[in-house]
């Protein structure tokens, strides 16, 4: 069964960039095998996905995020990790790392990271 686990600092100050990382563990599970995405969830709305990497490292990026967003993967840690540039109070947010996501919004994913806390102090 495949695990994610998302990492990185809980408090990032305004204008940095913000930096998380997800591990995928568990089973047969590579990276270069599936396509993966982060999403987020801002206090008081629904999921907002942010982006997707793919095979041979392809990335797709949500147009409201795409000047500041990079997502980038590391096939031999089995890793792939989020950057989010010139960050404002307003990417306070919880973010998710997932799995094979799709639908109209790409927010049905078949496998979550449990998700992690990230404020921005202005």
């Known amino acids: 069964q495949v695990r994610l686990q998302e990492s990185g600092p809980g408090l990032v100050k305004a204008s940095q960039t913000l930096a998380l990382t997800c591990t995928v563990s568990?089973?047969?599970?590579?990276?270069?095998?599936?396509?993966w995405s982060w999403l987020r969830q801002l206090p008081g709305k629904g999921l907002e996905w942010m982006g997707t990497?793919?095979?041979?490292?392809?990335?797709t990026y949500s147009p409201s995020l795409k000047s500041r967003i990079s997502i980038f993967e590391d096939t031999a840690k089995n890793q792939f990790t989020l950057h989010l540039r010139s960050v404002t109070p307003e990417d306070t947010a919880i973010y998710y790392c997932?799995?094979?996501?799709?639908?109209?919004?790409?927010?049905?994913?078949?496998?979550w990271g449990q998700g992690t806390q990230v404020t921005v102090s202005s």
């Open positions: 568990g089973g047969s599970t590579t990276i270069d095998h599936y396509t």
């Open positions: 997932a799995r094979a996501c799709g639908g109209a919004r790409m927010v049905q994913c078949d496998s």
């Open positions: 990497i793919g095979y041979s490292g392809s990335t």
